[in-house]
Protein backbone atom coordinates (compact mmCIF):
# COMPACT_ATOMS: atom_id res chain seq x y z
CA UNK A 1 0.00 0.00 0.00
CA UNK A 2 1.50 3.38 -0.81
CA UNK A 3 1.60 6.89 0.43
CA UNK A 4 -1.30 8.76 -0.40
CA UNK A 5 -1.88 11.30 -3.55
CA UNK A 6 -3.11 14.92 -3.09
CA UNK A 7 -6.27 13.74 -4.26
CA UNK A 8 -9.67 16.18 -4.84
CA UNK A 9 -12.12 16.23 -2.46
CA UNK A 10 -14.96 13.32 -2.00
CA UNK A 11 -18.78 14.23 -1.22
CA UNK A 12 -21.00 11.69 0.61
CA UNK A 13 -24.97 13.36 -0.01
CA UNK A 14 -27.69 11.70 2.11
CA UNK A 15 -29.41 12.04 5.82
CA UNK A 16 -28.07 12.49 8.69
CA UNK A 17 -29.65 10.94 11.70
CA UNK A 18 -30.14 9.91 15.25
CA UNK A 19 -30.02 6.57 16.70
CA UNK A 20 -31.56 5.07 19.60
CA UNK A 21 -31.27 2.14 21.14
CA UNK A 22 -32.08 -0.10 24.42
CA UNK A 23 -28.94 -1.28 26.59
CA UNK A 24 -27.91 -4.71 25.33
CA UNK A 25 -29.89 -7.32 26.55
CA UNK A 26 -32.84 -5.48 26.28
CA UNK A 27 -35.54 -5.16 23.80
CA UNK A 28 -37.39 -1.19 22.89
CA UNK A 29 -39.27 -0.13 25.71
CA UNK A 30 -38.54 -2.84 27.89
CA UNK A 31 -36.02 -0.40 29.99
CA UNK A 32 -36.24 3.40 30.87
CA UNK A 33 -33.04 4.69 28.71
CA UNK A 34 -31.96 5.10 25.22
CA UNK A 35 -29.01 5.66 24.12
CA UNK A 36 -28.33 8.36 21.49
CA UNK A 37 -25.60 8.79 18.92
CA UNK A 38 -25.49 10.10 15.55
CA UNK A 39 -25.63 7.95 12.15
CA UNK A 40 -27.07 7.72 8.55
CA UNK A 41 -25.04 5.82 5.85
CA UNK A 42 -23.55 7.83 3.95
CA UNK A 43 -22.54 10.25 7.13
CA UNK A 44 -20.94 7.15 8.67
CA UNK A 45 -18.56 6.84 4.97
CA UNK A 46 -17.68 10.67 5.26
CA UNK A 47 -16.71 10.15 8.40
CA UNK A 48 -14.09 7.08 8.29
CA UNK A 49 -13.18 8.48 5.10
CA UNK A 50 -12.33 11.97 6.78
CA UNK A 51 -10.11 10.15 9.25
CA UNK A 52 -8.43 8.44 6.73
CA UNK A 53 -7.35 11.43 6.03
CA UNK A 54 -9.02 12.17 3.05
CA UNK A 55 -10.89 15.50 2.32
CA UNK A 56 -14.23 14.69 2.67
CA UNK A 57 -17.23 16.85 2.76
CA UNK A 58 -20.53 15.47 3.93
CA UNK A 59 -23.88 17.40 2.03
CA UNK A 60 -27.22 16.96 3.55
CA UNK A 61 -30.08 18.74 5.20
CA UNK A 62 -30.33 19.07 8.86
CA UNK A 63 -33.13 20.56 11.26
CA UNK A 64 -32.80 24.18 12.51
CA UNK A 65 -32.37 22.82 16.00
CA UNK A 66 -30.24 21.86 18.92
CA UNK A 67 -30.35 18.68 17.55
CA UNK A 68 -29.90 19.02 13.93
CA UNK A 69 -26.69 21.48 14.79
CA UNK A 70 -25.58 18.98 17.58
CA UNK A 71 -25.69 16.37 14.93
CA UNK A 72 -23.70 18.63 12.48
CA UNK A 73 -20.81 19.10 15.07
CA UNK A 74 -20.59 15.54 15.86
CA UNK A 75 -19.44 14.64 12.02
CA UNK A 76 -17.54 17.71 11.98
CA UNK A 77 -15.23 17.41 14.31
CA UNK A 78 -14.30 14.01 12.84
CA UNK A 79 -12.76 16.21 10.40
CA UNK A 80 -15.91 16.15 7.94
CA UNK A 81 -16.20 19.21 5.88
CA UNK A 82 -19.68 20.15 6.68
CA UNK A 83 -20.07 23.41 4.66
CA UNK A 84 -22.56 21.59 2.63
CA UNK A 85 -24.88 20.68 5.45
CA UNK A 86 -28.20 23.24 4.70
CA UNK A 87 -30.18 24.32 7.79
CA UNK A 88 -34.03 24.52 7.34
CA UNK A 89 -37.51 23.54 8.87
CA UNK A 90 -38.63 19.89 9.78
CA UNK A 91 -37.73 17.31 12.54
CA UNK A 92 -35.00 15.33 12.59
CA UNK A 93 -34.79 11.73 10.88
CA UNK A 94 -34.64 9.18 13.97
CA UNK A 95 -34.20 5.51 13.69
CA UNK A 96 -34.59 2.89 16.63
CA UNK A 97 -32.31 0.11 16.70
CA UNK A 98 -32.66 -3.26 19.20
CA UNK A 99 -29.57 -4.61 19.28
CA UNK A 100 -29.77 -8.52 18.90
CA UNK A 101 -28.06 -10.98 21.10
CA UNK A 102 -27.88 -14.85 21.12
CA UNK A 103 -30.29 -16.20 18.38
CA UNK A 104 -32.04 -12.60 18.25
CA UNK A 105 -31.38 -10.64 15.34
CA UNK A 106 -31.22 -6.91 15.64
CA UNK A 107 -34.26 -4.88 14.70
CA UNK A 108 -34.41 -1.28 13.17
CA UNK A 109 -37.79 1.04 13.56
CA UNK A 110 -37.65 4.16 10.99
CA UNK A 111 -39.12 7.27 12.38
CA UNK A 112 -38.15 9.51 9.64
CA UNK A 113 -41.21 11.11 8.38
CA UNK A 114 -41.55 14.78 7.50
CA UNK A 115 -37.52 15.44 8.10
CA UNK A 116 -35.94 18.13 7.43
CA UNK A 117 -34.10 16.27 4.60
CA UNK A 118 -37.78 14.52 3.06
CA UNK A 119 -39.14 18.38 3.09
CA UNK A 120 -35.89 19.93 1.21
CA UNK A 121 -33.06 17.68 0.29
CA UNK A 122 -34.80 18.53 -3.91
CA UNK A 123 -34.64 21.86 -3.47
CA UNK A 124 -31.86 22.35 -1.27
CA UNK A 125 -28.08 22.02 -3.32
CA UNK A 126 -26.32 23.80 -6.29
CA UNK A 127 -24.84 20.49 -7.58
CA UNK A 128 -22.35 21.70 -10.08
CA UNK A 129 -21.09 24.31 -7.45
CA UNK A 130 -20.74 21.00 -4.36
CA UNK A 131 -18.80 19.34 -7.20
CA UNK A 132 -16.52 21.56 -8.31
CA UNK A 133 -13.16 20.25 -7.73
CA UNK A 134 -14.71 16.86 -6.39
CA UNK A 135 -13.40 13.13 -7.47
CA UNK A 136 -15.55 10.88 -6.16
CA UNK A 137 -19.40 11.69 -5.09
CA UNK A 138 -20.85 8.64 -2.82
CA UNK A 139 -24.35 8.23 -2.88
CA UNK A 140 -26.71 5.19 -1.47
CA UNK A 141 -30.22 3.60 -2.09
CA UNK A 142 -31.18 4.65 1.20
CA UNK A 143 -32.20 8.39 -0.25
CA UNK A 144 -34.73 7.67 -2.77
CA UNK A 145 -36.45 5.62 -0.94
CA UNK A 146 -37.27 8.22 1.63
CA UNK A 147 -39.60 9.07 -0.55
CA UNK A 148 -40.65 11.08 -3.87
CA UNK A 149 -38.48 14.32 -2.63
CA UNK A 150 -35.80 11.72 -2.12
CA UNK A 151 -35.86 10.24 -5.18
CA UNK A 152 -35.82 13.94 -6.70
CA UNK A 153 -32.48 14.82 -5.01
CA UNK A 154 -30.79 11.43 -5.57
CA UNK A 155 -31.47 11.44 -9.12
CA UNK A 156 -30.73 15.05 -9.16
CA UNK A 157 -27.28 14.37 -7.48
CA UNK A 158 -25.96 11.48 -9.39
CA UNK A 159 -27.34 13.54 -12.81
CA UNK A 160 -25.31 16.15 -11.97
CA UNK A 161 -22.18 14.06 -10.85
CA UNK A 162 -22.36 12.42 -14.28
CA UNK A 163 -22.64 15.96 -16.23
CA UNK A 164 -19.54 17.18 -13.80
CA UNK A 165 -17.05 13.74 -14.79
CA UNK A 166 -16.96 13.17 -11.26
CA UNK A 167 -17.36 9.21 -10.56
CA UNK A 168 -20.15 7.98 -8.65
CA UNK A 169 -19.89 5.45 -6.13
CA UNK A 170 -22.97 3.97 -4.89
CA UNK A 171 -23.79 1.88 -1.93
CA UNK A 172 -27.17 -0.10 -3.02
CA UNK A 173 -28.28 -0.38 0.45
CA UNK A 174 -32.23 -1.18 -0.08
CA UNK A 175 -34.26 -0.36 2.40
CA UNK A 176 -37.86 -2.35 2.25
CA UNK A 177 -39.29 -0.83 4.99
CA UNK A 178 -38.92 2.33 3.62
CA UNK A 179 -39.83 1.73 0.26
CA UNK A 180 -42.90 -0.02 1.12
CA UNK A 181 -44.28 3.39 2.85
CA UNK A 182 -45.07 4.93 -0.59
CA UNK A 183 -45.72 4.04 -4.37
CA UNK A 184 -42.12 4.57 -5.75
CA UNK A 185 -40.17 2.81 -8.12
CA UNK A 186 -37.08 0.81 -6.72
CA UNK A 187 -35.93 -0.98 -9.83
CA UNK A 188 -36.15 2.05 -11.78
CA UNK A 189 -34.88 4.55 -9.76
CA UNK A 190 -31.73 2.61 -8.69
CA UNK A 191 -30.75 1.84 -12.25
CA UNK A 192 -30.91 5.27 -13.32
CA UNK A 193 -28.44 5.65 -9.66
CA UNK A 194 -26.39 2.45 -10.88
CA UNK A 195 -26.29 3.88 -14.82
CA UNK A 196 -23.82 6.94 -13.73
CA UNK A 197 -21.90 4.96 -11.07
CA UNK A 198 -18.45 3.52 -11.49
CA UNK A 199 -18.04 1.74 -8.48
CA UNK A 200 -20.86 -0.01 -6.72
CA UNK A 201 -21.05 -2.03 -3.77
CA UNK A 202 -24.19 -4.50 -4.40
CA UNK A 203 -24.19 -8.26 -4.74
CA UNK A 204 -26.99 -10.63 -6.84
CA UNK A 205 -29.83 -9.34 -4.72
CA UNK A 206 -29.40 -6.11 -5.36
CA UNK A 207 -28.65 -6.90 -9.45
CA UNK A 208 -31.88 -9.46 -9.26
CA UNK A 209 -34.13 -6.48 -8.39
CA UNK A 210 -32.92 -3.83 -10.42
CA UNK A 211 -32.31 -6.17 -13.45
CA UNK A 212 -35.69 -7.96 -12.77
CA UNK A 213 -34.47 -11.27 -13.43
CA UNK A 214 -33.03 -14.20 -10.77
CA UNK A 215 -29.45 -15.87 -10.30
CA UNK A 216 -29.98 -19.01 -8.74
CA UNK A 217 -26.95 -20.96 -9.34
CA UNK A 218 -26.10 -23.01 -6.05
CA UNK A 219 -22.78 -22.03 -6.04
CA UNK A 220 -22.87 -18.00 -4.57
CA UNK A 221 -19.54 -17.54 -6.56
CA UNK A 222 -20.97 -18.48 -9.92
CA UNK A 223 -24.01 -16.54 -8.63
CA UNK A 224 -21.89 -13.65 -8.27
CA UNK A 225 -20.02 -13.97 -11.55
CA UNK A 226 -23.45 -14.00 -13.21
CA UNK A 227 -24.74 -10.89 -11.33
CA UNK A 228 -21.76 -8.62 -12.35
CA UNK A 229 -21.71 -10.46 -15.59
CA UNK A 230 -25.24 -8.75 -16.51
CA UNK A 231 -24.61 -6.04 -14.19
CA UNK A 232 -21.51 -4.86 -16.32
CA UNK A 233 -23.76 -5.19 -19.71
CA UNK A 234 -26.42 -3.27 -18.43
CA UNK A 235 -24.21 -0.17 -16.68
CA UNK A 236 -21.58 0.72 -19.34
CA UNK A 237 -19.78 3.15 -16.67
CA UNK A 238 -19.48 0.40 -13.88
CA UNK A 239 -16.02 -0.64 -13.35
CA UNK A 240 -15.83 -2.47 -10.68
CA UNK A 241 -18.52 -3.78 -7.98
CA UNK A 242 -17.83 -4.97 -4.45
CA UNK A 243 -19.33 -6.43 -1.66
CA UNK A 244 -19.14 -8.10 1.62
CA UNK A 245 -20.02 -12.04 2.70
CA UNK A 246 -21.02 -12.76 5.75
CA UNK A 247 -21.47 -16.05 7.56
CA UNK A 248 -23.77 -16.15 11.08
CA UNK A 249 -23.14 -18.91 13.86
CA UNK A 250 -24.90 -16.31 15.95
CA UNK A 251 -25.35 -12.68 16.53
CA UNK A 252 -21.96 -12.31 18.22
CA UNK A 253 -19.92 -14.83 16.36
CA UNK A 254 -19.78 -14.08 12.99
CA UNK A 255 -17.30 -14.46 9.78
CA UNK A 256 -16.63 -11.52 7.15
CA UNK A 257 -15.10 -11.68 3.50
CA UNK A 258 -15.27 -9.70 0.73
CA UNK A 259 -14.87 -10.25 -3.46
CA UNK A 260 -14.49 -7.31 -5.72
CA UNK A 261 -15.52 -7.88 -9.36
CA UNK A 262 -14.27 -6.15 -12.06
CA UNK A 263 -14.56 -5.94 -15.94
CA UNK A 264 -11.77 -7.02 -18.51
CA UNK A 265 -13.42 -6.47 -21.65
CA UNK A 266 -16.02 -9.53 -21.82
CA UNK A 267 -14.66 -11.27 -18.79
CA UNK A 268 -15.23 -10.75 -15.20
CA UNK A 269 -11.64 -10.42 -12.89
CA UNK A 270 -12.84 -11.45 -9.78
CA UNK A 271 -10.78 -10.48 -6.55
CA UNK A 272 -11.39 -12.02 -3.16
CA UNK A 273 -10.10 -11.07 0.21
CA UNK A 274 -9.79 -13.88 3.08
CA UNK A 275 -12.30 -14.23 5.78
CA UNK A 276 -12.16 -12.59 9.38
CA UNK A 277 -13.41 -14.51 11.96
CA UNK A 278 -15.50 -12.15 14.77
CA UNK A 279 -16.69 -13.31 18.56
CA UNK A 280 -18.46 -11.36 20.79
CA UNK A 281 -19.53 -8.81 17.79
CA UNK A 282 -19.97 -5.64 20.09
CA UNK A 283 -22.27 -4.34 16.94
CA UNK A 284 -22.48 -4.44 12.91
CA UNK A 285 -24.41 -1.76 12.18
CA UNK A 286 -22.57 0.69 10.13
CA UNK A 287 -20.29 -2.32 8.85
CA UNK A 288 -21.05 -1.84 5.67
CA UNK A 289 -20.38 1.62 5.62
CA UNK A 290 -16.68 0.97 7.06
CA UNK A 291 -16.22 -1.42 3.97
CA UNK A 292 -17.21 0.94 1.56
CA UNK A 293 -15.44 3.52 2.99
CA UNK A 294 -12.38 1.22 3.57
CA UNK A 295 -12.49 0.21 -0.55
CA UNK A 296 -13.50 4.27 -1.58
CA UNK A 297 -10.19 4.96 0.33
CA UNK A 298 -8.27 2.10 -1.28
CA UNK A 299 -9.29 3.34 -4.48
CA UNK A 300 -8.74 7.28 -4.21
CA UNK A 301 -5.31 6.58 -3.20
CA UNK A 302 -4.62 4.14 -6.30
CA UNK A 303 -4.08 0.99 -4.73
CA UNK A 304 -4.24 -2.03 -6.38
CA UNK A 305 -7.70 -3.54 -6.49
CA UNK A 306 -6.65 -6.45 -4.04
CA UNK A 307 -5.36 -4.12 -1.69
CA UNK A 308 -8.07 -2.27 -1.61
CA UNK A 309 -10.27 -4.70 -1.13
CA UNK A 310 -8.48 -5.86 1.88
CA UNK A 311 -8.12 -2.61 3.82
CA UNK A 312 -11.64 -2.34 3.88
CA UNK A 313 -12.60 -5.60 4.80
CA UNK A 314 -10.08 -4.87 7.59
CA UNK A 315 -11.74 -1.52 8.37
CA UNK A 316 -15.59 -3.23 8.35
CA UNK A 317 -14.02 -5.80 10.86
CA UNK A 318 -13.26 -3.03 13.43
CA UNK A 319 -16.42 -1.57 13.10
CA UNK A 320 -17.96 -4.65 14.27
CA UNK A 321 -15.99 -3.80 18.09
CA UNK A 322 -17.29 -0.19 18.75
CA UNK A 323 -21.31 1.03 19.91
CA UNK A 324 -22.30 3.63 17.15
CA UNK A 325 -22.59 3.90 13.50
CA UNK A 326 -19.57 5.44 13.31
CA UNK A 327 -16.29 3.57 12.29
CA UNK A 328 -13.77 5.24 14.89
CA UNK A 329 -10.20 4.22 13.81
CA UNK A 330 -7.59 5.91 11.41
CA UNK A 331 -5.56 4.51 8.79
CA UNK A 332 -3.13 3.32 10.67
CA UNK A 333 -4.86 1.65 12.93
CA UNK A 334 -6.68 -0.33 10.33
CA UNK A 335 -3.53 -1.18 8.58
CA UNK A 336 -2.44 -2.45 11.55
CA UNK A 337 -5.66 -4.35 12.30
CA UNK A 338 -4.69 -6.54 8.98
CA UNK A 339 -1.92 -8.16 10.80
CA UNK A 340 -2.51 -11.54 11.92
CA UNK A 341 -0.65 -10.78 15.20
CA UNK A 342 -1.85 -7.45 16.16
CA UNK A 343 -4.16 -8.62 19.35
CA UNK A 344 -1.18 -8.10 22.03
CA UNK A 345 -1.93 -5.15 24.16
CA UNK A 346 -0.47 -1.78 23.07
CA UNK A 347 1.96 -0.26 25.68
Known amino acids: MGTLPTGGRILCFGEMLLRLNPPEGERLMQGQALTVRPGGAEANVAVSLARFGVPTAAVSVLPDNALGHGVRDEVRKHGVDTSG ?21 AEVLYDRADSAFVRHADTAFDWPVLLDGADWLHVSGVTPAIGPGGTRAALQA ?6 AGVRVSFDGNFRGKLWSEW ?58 IACTLRVQESVADQALSAVMLTRSGTEVVETQAEPIHMTGVVDRVGGGDAFAAGVLFGLWSGWPDADALSFGLAAAGLKHSVHGDFNL ?9 MDPGSFDIRR
Open 183 to 240: AGDPPGTLSHMLSTASLAFADERDFALVLGRTFNDADPRARRRAAATAAFEAFPTLDR
Open 158 to 163: VDAARA
Open 329 to 337: FSAAEVRAA
Open 85 to 105: VVFGTGRMGLYFMTPGAVRRP
